[in-house]
């Protein structure tokens, strides 16, 4: 058996490991775009490694899109066979990629003006919103924890990681030569306490483990802390300055993370009034399909939802989905809150708000969650003067502020935590995934301080025989 890492190797975006067995079942796991590269993440993404006809399963740990945004494209190239992952995180990618469909239409269109006006040649979308909405038909949702036959020798189950709605450890078992080999990819670990999801839950031993490293070198503060933080910035942004808090949020968990602290100030009394909007109506339709799942909520969300019919809604909340209610927002003159996609800030409404309120002093950008180097979120959270968006520069006048740990992303010390109920003399081999090189050698210095041994930081196309 062969594990070839094709994506998220020594980077954060474009998971996608593809395990070949020695009677030629092609299995892939994760199926993501790169993201925050400008043109050259466009070649990136057509450019898979392996021909999609060829791949017999996808076996998807959750729905975002660095992880699954390029199924509709694998299905574009003439992918048939099954995408089995959990119900929920079906349930996600139904709306997720059918909206990034229609952001690759529009990306595209847009671009193409462009290359008009210079007498260039048109080029066309990765994929379609037709092209999303086709590839459902490939789904296969399963519930968590149950033991699903994909054949007579393959076998997964999904075990929550607390990462987003749905998302779990794929854990394989693998039948080769009369011996089980046990695989487990972990995709995204999440925090040990959600403020909305259950726990992230201990996952079979494994023979091989692949795992992610996004913050392998990084501690988060306390929910409560962090919590009180976008509060005071809430405050000090809209009373004491009078200005505009732009909080760009992914649409699936980050944004129904913020709306859900906000709430529970606005029932304790605590949020000062000013208008909020969440300006995305994936958001809007991510939201409905949170309330679907309440199987995937702990005890505290289900709890609430008993004296609290909508966490997710309260006075002085609106969900816009029309876009010339986005476009009016430009001109609302008076303090308020606009929580917007992307999280990274590369695509999106959000890009508009940045380009209207990012050279304001009385403004603020507060960013929630990580963001890849290259992104334009990662040059404003640096520091950056300027931005160029859409073609024009802007001067970075307003206050930039961020709060990781509302990152759906456990630390370096949660993750080892997660990881611990592995036997680790019993791990053939350790593969680390899902972050920058010089973070994930910091990480692999402290899980070998922990115990771990033969550990591997793969490259892009490098290739394991895994006995």
Do not use: W
């Not at 930039?400 to 993750?415: P, T």
């Amino acid at each position: 058996m062969k594990i070839k890492f094709l994506g998220a190797a020594r980077e954060v975006t474009g998971s996608k490991h593809l395990i070949t067995t020695d009677s030629g079942k092609k299995l892939l796991l994760d199926c993501g775009m790169f993201q925050g590269k400008g043109l050259e993440t466009d070649g990136m993404n057509r450019d898979l490694g392996f021909e999609p006809e060829e791949i017999d399963h996808i076996i998807l740990t959750h729905a975002h899109i660095d992880h699954a945004g390029l199924i509709p494209y694998m299905y574009k190239r003439g992918f048939r066979g099954s995408v089995v992952c959990t119900n929920g995180t079906r349930d996600l990618c139904a709306i997720m990629l059918s909206d990034s469909g229609f952001i690759q239409e529009h990306d595209t269109d847009t671009f193409n003006k462009r290359r008009t006006k210079k007498g260039l040649p048109l080029v066309t979308p990765i994929y379609t919103q037709q092209d999303a909405v086709a590839c459902m038909s490939l789904f296969i949702g399963v519930p968590s924890d149950m033991n699903f036959r994909i054949d007579e020798n393959i076998k997964v189950r999904f075990t929550s990681t607390g990462h987003m709605l749905g998302s779990g450890v794929a854990n394989l078992q693998i039948i080769e030569k009369g011996q089980i080999k046990r695989i487990a990819y972990t995709g995204d670990i999440g925090r040990p306490v959600d403020r909305i999801l259950s726990s992230p839950v201990p996952f079979p031993q494994a023979d091989v483990l692949i795992t992610e490293s996004t913050y392998g070198d990084r501690l988060h503060q306390t929910d409560e802390d962090a919590d009180m933080e976008l509060l005071e910035v809430l405050t000090e942004t809209c009373l004491n300055k009078r200005g505009k808090l732009i909080i760009p949020a992914f649409s699936v968990g980050r944004t129904q993370e913020i709306v859900y602290t906000l709430n529970n100030f606005f029932n304790a009394g605590r949020l000062p009034r000013v208008d909020i909007f969440v300006d995305s109506p994936l958001a809007v339709n991510a939201t409905t399909v949170f309330r679907m799942h309440s199987e995937c909520f702990n005890e505290d969300f289900k709890k609430l939802l008993e004296i609290d019919d909508d966490p997710f809604g309260f006075s002085g909340l609106t969900y816009i989905t029309k876009q010339e209610d986005s476009k009016k927002l430009n001109d609302h003159k008076e303090p308020c809150v606009i929580i917007s996609a992307s999280g990274m800030m590369e695509a999106g409404r959000v890009k508009h708000h940045l380009a209207n309120n990012i050279s304001d002093p009385k403004n603020t950008v507060l960013a929630v969650g990580y963001c890849s180097p290259a992104t334009l979120g990662a040059r404003i959270i640096g520091g950056a003067k300027e931005v160029s968006i859409f073609g024009t520069v802007y001067p970075v006048n307003a206050e930039i502020r961020s709060i990781e740990s509302f990152s759906g992303h456990a630390d370096y010390r949660e993750m080892i935590q997660f990881l611990g109920c592995q036997e680790k003399s019993a791990i053939e081999k350790t593969f680390i995934v899902h972050g920058e090189y010089e973070t994930q050698k910091k990480y692999v210095a402290t899980l070998q301080q922990e115990g771990f041994k033969n550990i591997e930081i793969p490259a892009k196309g490098q290739e394991f025989e895994v006995l």
